[in-house]
């Protein structure tokens, strides 16, 4: 088997390999992607293993070497810098720890999407980004309206109300613009919403989230996306932390100390889940009355955090326990077993 350790970089790869069955050992600098895509294609009929940390840009790397049969591992970035207590880092020094790690069998590996499912995170990537633009042209001709000493511009008839106002010189120019701009991207948002609405329908897991309230085909498409096999989290706690939603803290013996969500996970469904946690507390009634508590007594982003946390908690058991939203309400949240036993 050949072990390579690459560290990867958007114009070059600096590469460590060695043959278990030669005893080989070697290392070099491929540029990309000409003399990445002939190395590896060189080592066609071998049992190829590749370790890369976790990083962008690497689509492309990855669908080369999962046609040509070989076998494709992400590290956790952290994890391998932690495990790395020399000062002195170069690429070379890189390469050859993530083939020392691998070797050794102690390369944090971490749960990939497959080829497919990465295509469709990117529709919902695409969609949100693209949400994002119009709330920013929105937001634009918000400003052009109330200069003018008009409500803000939202709806058709908000923005029928600013397309007649008596404009001259550049303030005119600048309105028929963003209108023009907005038109065109609400109608491919449009378009990506009947994508992402086709798509759920035809994932199960998406199907069962969206018995839930406040939860339509973008937020459980992302959720069940992002999070894979349930089996990969024995609690929903643990899906809590995974997606940022519990805050950091720095604990010393008897002091506690908590501050702001970790936000070490994954931003767009962070997000999501936000705005659909604003519509899935209206539904029921403890979680309103948690979201109004919190928000006179602290701030309305916390309120809307922990009902957040209590969404994904809530999804993740809906997709453990096979049950949709009337079930789980009924006989409760954990109903069931858990993975692990206690003791």
């Given at each position: ?41 060189s ?39 932690a495990s ?20 050794e ?19 919902l ?52 613009d ?8 609400e ?13 759920a ?61 970790s936000?070490?996970?994954?931003s767009?469904?962070?997000?999501l889940?936000?705005q659909?946690?604003?519509?899935a ?10 979201y ?10 916390v ?39 206690r003791?």
């Amino acid at each position: 088997m050949m072990i390579i350790g690459c560290d990867f970089h958007p114009g070059f790869q600096q590469i460590a390999f060695l043959d278990q069955e030669t005893g080989e050992y070697g290392q070099r600098r491929l540029s990309h992607p000409e003399e990445a895509v002939q190395f590896y294609r060189s080592l066609a009929g071998k049992r190829v293993v590749v370790g890369v940390e976790a990083t962008g840009s690497f689509r492309w790397f990855r669908r080369l070497v999962s046609e040509l049969g070989q076998e494709f591992v992400l590290g956790d970035a952290a994890a391998i810098r932690a495990s790395f207590v020399r000062k002195q880092k170069t690429d070379k020094r890189d390469a050859r720890h993530i083939l020392k790690l691998l070797v050794e069998e102690r390369f944090p590996a971490v749960w990939q999407r497959t080829v497919p499912e990465d295509e469709f995170r990117q529709l919902l990537v695409h969609r949100c980004r693209m949400v994002r633009m119009a709330t920013r042209v929105h937001n634009q001709l918000d400003g052009i309206a109330k200069s003018e000493g008009r409500l803000a511009a939202r709806g058709k008839k908000g923005l029928a109300e600013l397309a007649g106002l008596p404009l001259s010189g550049w303030y005119a120019v600048e309105r028929r613009d963003l209108l023009e701009l907005l038109e065109l991207i609400e109608g491919r948002v449009r378009v990506l919403d009947e994508a992402v609405r086709t798509t759920a329908e035809q994932n199960q897991a998406a199907r069962l989230l969206m018995t839930h309230p406040g939860v339509g085909p973008v937020v459980s498409l992302a959720f069940a996306l992002a999070i894979g096999d349930w089996r990969r989290f024995p609690r929903g706690k643990q899906v809590a932390s995974y997606l940022g939603l519990i805050p950091a803290e720095e604990s010393s013996g008897k002091s506690r100390r908590l501050g702001h969500v970790s936000k070490q996970g994954n931003s767009m469904v962070r997000w999501l889940l936000v705005q659909a946690a604003m519509v899935a507390q209206r539904h029921d009634a403890s979680w309103h009355r948690q979201y109004v508590r919190l928000s006179m007594h602290k701030h309305h982003g916390v309120a809307k955090l922990a009902i957040a946390h209590k969404l994904a908690v809530r999804l993740y058991w809906m997709l453990r326990s096979g049950q949709d939203y009337g079930q789980v309400r009924e006989r409760g949240s954990h109903a069931g077993q858990s993975v692990y036993r206690r003791g």
